[in-house]
């Protein structure tokens, strides 16, 4: 679970880095936009990144969540949830689509065309689930 403090920064920083490991055992890193979703900090891709890949593979992963300036920073190391049209209803999916990018700070002017995005760039959500929490926004 996350802490209200740890909330309370993802929820006006949205910046990050997502560490997945790769099948040769090498780390590899994204640039991620999150947003608070679902008792985790979560983004959505596209089905054929390796960051995707990599987490089917192995759900262990670290997001690094920082403010603009880099300062103040959090890490969270955890698992990753997986939502995609594999193992969710489409209406589930679309409405999580819609409430990850609002919880990004955001807000589409026409939802019809976002929802028709999703499904034809065939993007997934990854929500990462804490185990540990640290960095200075933790603190």
Known sequence: MLSAQVQE??????????????SSGGLQMSIVTTGL??????????DTRA??????????????VSAEA???YLV?????TLMSADNTDPEQLRLAFRDLYRSQGREHTNWEEYDAAMVRDHRVIIIVMADKVYGSAAE
Not at 37 to 46: D, E, Q
Not at 76 to 80: L, N, P, R, S, W
């Open 51 to 64: 960051k995707y890949k990599n987490l089917l593979r192995n759900p262990a992963c670290s997001l690094l």
């Open 9 to 22: 920064f993802i929820k006006i920083n949205h910046r990050a880095v997502l560490t997945t490991h790769r």
């Open 37 to 46: 979703y679902n008792g985790g900090v979560a983004h959505s891709t596209a």
């Open 76 to 80: 969270i190391d955890g698992q990753a």
């Open 70 to 72: 880099w300062r103040p």
